[in-house]
């Protein structure tokens, strides 16, 4: 069965400093994969998102990056976090449109 | 055109009541629609969805009903639960798309 990791659940980190957030599925190849931000109490904002190895498509000009190193595995990163960086961060990945499946989350709270 | 109008942005329903959120779209080229569920924490789960060749869809107490015509689609809750208070979010997708585009999400809690 395929399963969605994701880590670290939660993360405070200085304004400034760096981030990368590691998203790595399993039991799928090729698998169209996503990261979202979802501000407190409000909806699911799609930052990045990647068909395969290498391709990045960019939703929202903002302060973070993504890359897919590996088939299964989606990063995101910032070389300098900003106070708006703070949110809920969730990776998904799907087989076809619509059929997304999310991971746990990670909660940064940047200080 | 790309946008989903989702409402209520929060719900509050007794429990045993029924649960109705809404969600309208533009784009006539979407043919997939599904509904997910987030619990406080959590990432969102898919909790159903439907397609437009079909006018409802029913899972247990939950129902899709979808009016094409009108380009507006609907997620029932009946007997509504207390387990079932948590962010609901509805999403419109087309196939040869890579992406889904997420409603703006309904808060509904259910009162004991």
């Known amino acids: 069965s395929q399963t969605i990791h994701q880590w670290p659940a939660t993360l405070v980190q200085p304004v400034g400093s760096p981030l990368s957030l590691e998203c790595t599925v399993e039991g799928t190849s090729n698998p169209n994969l996503y990261w979202y931000r979802q501000a407190a109490g409000r909806g699911l904002q799609l930052l990045f998102y990647s068909v395969g190895i290498g391709q990045i498509s960019s939703e929202v000009p903002q302060n973070l990056s993504a890359s897919r190193p590996q088939d299964r595995q989606f990063i995101l990163s910032s070389k300098k976090l900003l106070l708006s960086d703070s949110g809920f961060y969730l990776c998904a990945w799907s087989a076809g449109p619509g059929g997304y499946t999310f991971g746990s989350g990670t909660r940064l709270t940047v200080v | 055109q790309q946008q989903v109008k989702q409402s209520p942005q929060s719900l509050i329903v007794q429990k045993g009541g029924i649960s109705i959120i809404n969600c309208a779209y533009e784009?006539?080229?979407?043919?997939?629609f599904p509904w997910y569920q987030q619990f406080p924490g959590k990432g969102p789960a898919l909790l159903i969805a439907i397609r437009p060749d079909v006018s409802e869809k029913k899972e247990g107490r939950f129902t899709i009903s979808f009016n094409k015509s009108a380009k507006q689609f609907s997620l029932h809750i009946m007997d509504s639960q207390p387990g079932d208070s948590a962010t609901y979010f509805c999403?419109?997708?087309?196939?040869?798309?890579?992406?889904?585009?997420f409603g703006s999400g309904t808060r509904l809690s259910i009162r004991p």
């Open positions: 999403a419109a997708a087309y196939s040869s798309a890579s992406k889904i585009i």
């Open positions: 784009n006539t080229a979407f043919d997939y």
